[in-house]
């Protein structure tokens, strides 16, 4: 198994430091970035054990998500690669997740 995350994942980790880099400071932003990019290699050793994605279901692409902090890390499996496809804000309404 292996990790990749994808463009708009990488879009959406961007936004995140932005975000954090702005309205707090660069080593909150980097500490931020730096536990969502860590938290997905649990995964290589069991890719199941995060929850199931319930607001993503009617695609049937299997997405699931693991919590770090205040965000979902939204993936799906293909095979032999694990696609990290959102870092997704708790507290934001439902719609804005990216399959």
Known sequence: MRLKITEPAKLRAKDIYDYYLENASKSIAQKIIKSLKDAPKALL???????????LEPLNKGHRYLV?????IIYRIEGEIIYITDFFHTKQH???KRP
Do not use: A, L, R, V
């Open 45 to 55: 050793k069991n890719p199941y054990i995060g929850q199931i994605e319930e607001t």
């Open 94 to 96: 439902p719609d804005k």
């Open 68 to 72: 770090e902090g205040n965000y979902k």
